[in-house]
């Protein structure tokens, strides 16, 4: 598919399947897989959806998903191997959605033997659509982002208890809550509003979106072990930074808090 017509497959399905539920969700509507990991029905039809278009376009490729790896795993086996595969979350932020937060997003990637060739992030109450390809960088709504220099006081966002202000993080760098949605975070680096970002889940319908855009402006995104991310990259725990030297910082921070 084209990148134009990939754009309009998800601004059509979240304006069909989303955003009539946003803030409108009955209680019946919202179903908890796992203690504190929920999903809707709009998460559902929207992945549902978006499959069907792909599939359409391209009938041998792999749909790889959050939703149906959660009923059934295999697709996400096979994503490394893969000719041609669509990493798909719906609904990224569930749980903001459901609160009525606007902070959330529908991501894409589309793989290609294990390399994230195109993405997408479209930030529906936002109004912000981003769009990447390697080799030729981001847009945002159309027009080319481009770098902008880095504060010259970090302000990073680390997922569990690296994320709290505590003794050995330096006095120059400000930590902060991440935003609840990989589809908000990973644009505030590709922004320079987060200078950093630390995640302890790695699944690529989460990172693979926003790894594409960071890397293409600049930045890194890697495990903890320095594993670059990719198609079926696993590790204890994953960065996300704006150049390689904040890479390098924010590692720095979180295995000083390994080690205590």
């Known amino acids: 598919m084209e990148t134009a017509q990939v754009t309009e497959a998800i601004r059509r399905v979240a304006d069909d399947q989303i955003m009539p539920r946003f803030r409108t969700l009955a209680d019946d509507e919202i179903i908890e897989k796992r203690p504190g ?3 809707t029905v709009a998460d559902r039809r929207a992945e549902r959806a978006l499959a069907e278009i792909f599939r359409a376009a391209d009938p041998g490729c792999l749909i790889v998903g959050e939703e149906g790896v959660y009923a059934d795993p295999s697709a996400l086996k096979a994503l490394p191997q893969a000719e041609l595969a669509w990493v798909i979350d719906p609904v990224d932020g569930t749980r903001n959605f459901t609160l009525g937060s606007a902070d959330f997003a529908v ?3 589309e793989v290609r033997a294990g390399e994230t060739t195109r993405s997408w992030i479209w930030q529906p109450v936002h ?3 981003y769009v ?3 080799g030729s960088g981001v847009w945002l709504d159309g027009a080319r982002v481009e770098p902008k220099a880095i504060p010259e006081r970090p302000v990073g966002a680390l997922h569990g208890r690296y994320g709290r202000p505590r003794d ?3 006095e120059d760098v400000t930590l ?3 935003a609840g949605c990989c589809g908000v975070d990973y644009p505030h680096v590709v922004e320079r509003e987060r200078a950093f970002l630390g995640y302890w889940s790695m699944h690529p319908w989460d990172h693979l979106p926003g790894g594409l855009m960071v890397t293409e402006t600049g930045g890194r995104l890697a495990t903890i072990d320095g594993r ?4 079926g990259v696993t ?6 930074a704006a150049s390689p030297e904040l890479w390098d910082l924010a590692a720095g921070l979180v295995k000083q808090q390994f080690s205590r």
Do not use: N, Q
């Open 168 to 170: 050995g993080v330096p």
């Open 228 to 231: 670059e991310f990719a198609a």
């Open 37 to 39: 990991d929920v999903v």
């Open 176 to 178: 902060v809550r991440l």
């Open 132 to 134: 990447a390809e390697k």
């Open 127 to 129: 109004g912000r659509m």
């Open 107 to 109: 991501m894409v990637a």
């Open 235 to 240: 590790g204890r725990y994953l960065l996300a």
